[in-house]
Nanobody, 115 residues
């Protein structure tokens, strides 16, 4: 089992940047896959990016070229650096950890992109 706590969300103007953090309650070294998802009002939760213990990284189309996912195993933390933010990036961002066969979720952090 693992608890996840997201932080770093907030209000930012279009074109701005935010860095989200996801702190895990245990070592993430052996967690095969960790990811960031987001859910906008009235929409389904969608994958933003994920990162595997092997080092493989995937980005969904909306964040390609603007978002960077990384993990610091020593700090048990996964990050999502978001640059060139757009109003359509407004959503609650959730951290996910897959410890087969279970998925664990954080409580989410709100990101609002608005002028």
């Amino acid at each position: 089992q693992v608890q996840l706590v997201e932080s770093g969300g907030g209000l930012v103007q279009p074109g701005g940047s935010l860095k989200l953090s996801c702190a895990a309650s245990r070592s993430i070294t052996a967690i095969t896959r960790m990811g960031w998802y987001r859910q906008a009002p009235g929409k389904e939760r969608e994958l933003v990016a994920d990162i595997f213990s092997s080092g493989r990284i995937n980005y969904a189309d909306p964040g390609k070229g603007r978002f960077t996912i990384s993990r610091d195993n020593a700090k048990n933390t996964v990050y999502l650096q978001m640059n060139s933010l757009k109003p359509e990036d407004t959503a609650v961002y959730f951290c996910n950890a897959r410890v087969y066969p279970y998925d664990y979720w954080g409580q989410g952090t709100q990101v609002t992109v608005s002028s």
